[in-house]
Each structure stands twice: as C-alpha cells, then as structure tokens.
C-alpha cells in the first residue's frame, strides 16, 4: 500500500509559474488589467476565439452572460443535471427556472434529443457541458438552437484543449472555461469567456468591472481614466493580474500538461481493461480531441457487492483520494424541494449518479502513481 496519500486532483505549479509571480508581485501592480489582457490575448490565439474577456471564476462569466441575455422570472434554462452547482444556482437565483436535460449513459453529456424533450416556448439558453475534457456532439445541438433561435453557452470548464470536429472549444459560439485549481490550468481561481459574438463579449467586459466601460484600474499604471463613469450597473468580476500572471506561464504549457493527463489515461485504460466491476466512460466516436481532465468510472455496484460511497471510503483508507463529479443537481437539497422532475426523465443521470467515481488525474502523477491506484482498485474488490 502506498504511504503518501495520493490527491485526487491539485494543481501543478513549477518554477516558471513562481517566478511569472513573484515578477508581478515585486512590480506591486497587482491588479491592474496589463496581464490581464495579456492572457486575453494568449487564449484567444491558443483557442482562436474572437474575443475572451477574463474573470474572476467560471461562476463569474455565466453570471455574466444570464445578465447579458436578461434571463429572468418566467425564463426557462436547459442545462445538464450532472453537473457543478454554480450555473443552476445562478439560473435560480435569476429568477429563471433551471430545466434539467438526461446524460447519454456513457459519456454523460447532454446531445440535441434529450434537449429537445425539454423545450417549451419559455425556453431561453441552453447550457450544454463539455464533461471531463471530452467535447459535446454541438453540431446537432447548434442546429436545433439555431432553428429554435435560443441562445447557446457551452460550459467549457473542463475543455480547455479540447476539440470538435478539429476545431478547438471556444473557437465557434460562447464558451465558459474555469482555472479553478482542478481545471487544465489554473490561476488559482480564475475563468474565461470566449465568444465570436462582440456583442456579448462587450457587455460582459463592462459588467466585469462596475459597468465602467474600461478594463480595470492602472492600465499604463497612471489608474484610471477621469472619463469613466457608469454605463450601466455593473458586477466586480474581473482577474487579478496576480491571476493572469500564473495563468499564462501555465498556458504556455497547455499542451504539454494536456499531453500528459492524456498518458495516463491511457495507461489506466489498459491497466483497468479486465476488472469486470469497473467501466470507464466511453469515448465518443465522432471527430473530437479529449483534454482528459477527469478521469471518471463507473463501480457495477452489483457486481462489486458495495455501494460507490463505501469504494470511495475503502480506497481513501489505502491513501488514494477520489472524486465525485458530480452529485447531480437535482438530487441535492434545495432542488429537491424547489424543482419538480418527471421520475424517469433522468434516468441515466440516476444511474451514473450511483455508480460514478473519479480517479486521481493530474499532470504531474506519475505512471507508477497510476499502478497504485490500480492496485488499490483491485485490492479494495478483492477484499470485499
Ligand atoms: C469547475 C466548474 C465550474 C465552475 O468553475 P469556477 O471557476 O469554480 O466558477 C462550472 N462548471 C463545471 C462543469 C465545473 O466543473
């Protein structure tokens, strides 16, 4: 058995990323916006995005563009169950109300028929997420908004990296990425809109910082201009250059963090390709790049003899942390009391929601670190 624990996830900082730090603090402008649009700039070349605007946290750009679209009561959202909290609290704290699409069983993302089952004439956004570093089937879903005419959001917290159909998320629409300390990069807490839509991309720039119309303070480091004044009220959302300074010495290695994440989840396919109890989720089949930024399997809680939880305690006894993404919305407490779901409508979100548990995955595991955690696995089955 391993001696050290083994997170499940963290975030990996080297000497480079201190240093883009320690420069930024030593210059004591810490929160201006000059790496802030600097990272701007970056993201935009690596993901080829129009625009990206950066922000204080993903939670932050949905909030964003819920206010830019004007999202509100008697406003419906369709979103994923299975997924993180934020944007459904953000839909319900709107006013609006959060209208739950079923997973594919395999790959837990939402796809244009179980959207469409959730459409009404107050249907306002749809919120697909891209789950685990796979990318979402968007053609077909992109058809169907366009015909509908309904604003498309991709929560792109986990794609960073990924592509569909060979082009790279947040290149086509609006999307959301996060650098929460779990995500492909992180600026400790931090996230992106990306968008081709200027429109949208300039309101949520205003509303990022007071609804000012200027960036930040101390742009050339003289602070702010004496003409700003509020355009219209607005949030404080924007990144500090703190933030930006550690996020872009890790874009700049992207690739190469992504490159690694997805070795060992190749290394974990083969290691865990004859454990019966244990089923990895699917690869979709049509023409996308997986960033891997979780690696997520499935417990046959029937075969193993023992609930997902009780796997997730028993292995945290032989030092390997796990995950659990996600709890799905709908079965946490709040939205069990304020949101009404047809039994059966989520089925295969209910049944993932039972069984799924994520393995540790981060760039700087090593492949022996992977071997652990398979053994793990099997000793935990086979100790049952
Ligand atoms: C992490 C995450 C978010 C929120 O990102 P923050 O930057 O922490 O606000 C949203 N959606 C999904 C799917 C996530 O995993």
Redesign the pocket.
């Given at each position: 058995m391993r001696t050290a624990f083994l997170p499940f996830s963290h975030a990996c900082i080297n000497e480079a990323d201190i240093s883009a730090v320690s420069e930024v603090l030593r210059s004591c402008r810490v929160a201006g916006d000059a790496q802030a649009s600097q990272i701007e700039q970056c993201f935009c070349e690596y993901t080829g995005a129009r625009e990206a605007v950066a922000l204080s946290?993903?939670?932050?750009?949905?909030h964003l563009v819920l206010a830019a679209l004007g999202i509100g009561p008697g406003d419906e959202v369709i979103t994923p169950s299975m997924?993180?909290v934020?944007?459904v609290n953000l839909i319900a704290l709107a006013g609006a109300k959060p209208v739950f699409a079923d997973v594919e069983r395999d790959t837990l993302m939402v796809s244009a028929e179980t959207i469409q089952r959730c459409v009404t004439p107050r249907t306002k956004l749809i919120i697909p997420?891209h789950?685990a570093g796979a990318a979402v089937d968007m053609e077909p879903i992109r058809r169907l908004a366009e015909w509908l005419r309904i604003f498309l959001v991709e929560?792109a917290?986990?794609a960073l990296g990924a592509e569909y159909h060979r082009s790279r998320i947040g290149r086509t629409g609006t999307a959301?990425f996060?650098?929460?300390p779990?995500?492909s990069i992180s600026t400790a807490?931090?996230?992106m809109l990306c968008s081709d839509n200027p429109l949208l991309a300039g309101f949520v720039r205003r509303l990022k910082f007071y609804g000012l119309g200027v960036d930040a303070y101390d742009r050339q480091g003289r602070g702010m201009p004496a003409e700003a004044e509020v355009l219209e009220p607005g949030y404080k959302y924007n990144m500090t250059d703190v933030s930006a300074a550690l996020g872009l010495s890790q874009l700049a290695r992207v690739e190469a963090l992504n490159g690694r994440r997805t070795e060992l989840a190749m290394h974990y396919l083969r290691r865990l390709e004859g454990i019966d109890e244990i089923v990895p989720l699917a690869v979709p089949q049509y023409t996308m790049r997986h960033a891997w930024r979780l690696f997520i399997v499935r417990l046959d809680t029937e075969r193993a003899g023992m609930s997902r939880d009780a796997f997730m305690l028993k292995l945290g006894e032989k030092n390997i942390g796990t995950g659990l993404?996600?709890r799905p919305v709908h079965t946490q407490r709040y939205y069990r009391k304020t949101i009404t779901v047809e039994p059966g409508s989520l089925a295969n979100t209910e049944w993932n929601s039972e069984r799924i548990v994520s393995l540790p995955l981060f760039a700087d595991m090593t492949t022996a670190d992977v071997d652990d955690v398979v053994d793990a696995v099997k000793a935990v089955l086979c100790g049952r």
């Open positions: 946290s993903a939670t932050a750009g949905m997924t993180w934020s944007t997420v789950f929560d917290a986990h959301v996060s650098f929460h779990i995500k807490e931090g996230g993404h996600f």
